[in-house]
Nanobody, 118 residues
């Protein structure tokens, strides 16, 4: 499984960004797609994920500001980030969960930097 993320960059506080992540390869058993992030000297944390059944799981710090969505035909997951704050600055990682023969596999993208600063 290969994941190609894009859309990061520098934005001012209050601004918006949209991240994209396209999955390719052996992806027939995808069960969920989403995003995590890691700021300097902090642990990786959940941003938002979306299952095949449409269930979302959103981190408390981004609720009401970030929205995760998927285009299943393109095997792509998006993260719309609005009302960005300096504390949203982090490397954002795309995540894909596959379940094959009852075994869970997590795949990670290369990470894309998001910097919120004036």
């Amino acid at each position: 499984v290969q994941l190609q993320a894009s859309g990061g960059g520098l934005v001012q506080p209050g601004g918006s960004l949209r991240l994209s992540c396209a999955a390719s390869g052996s992806i027939d058993d995808i069960r969920a797609m989403g995003w995590y992030r890691q700021a300097p000297d902090k642990q990786r944390e959940l941003v938002a994920t979306l299952t095949n059944g449409g269930r979302t799981n959103v981190g408390d710090s981004v609720k009401g500001r970030f929205t995760v969505s998927r285009d299943n035909a393109k095997n792509t997951v998006y993260l719309q980030m609005n009302s960005l704050k300096p504390e949203d600055t982090a490397v954002y990682y795309c995540n894909v969960v596959l379940i094959t023969r009852g075994v869970r596999y997590d795949y990670w993208g290369q990470g894309t930097q998001v910097t919120v600063s004036s």
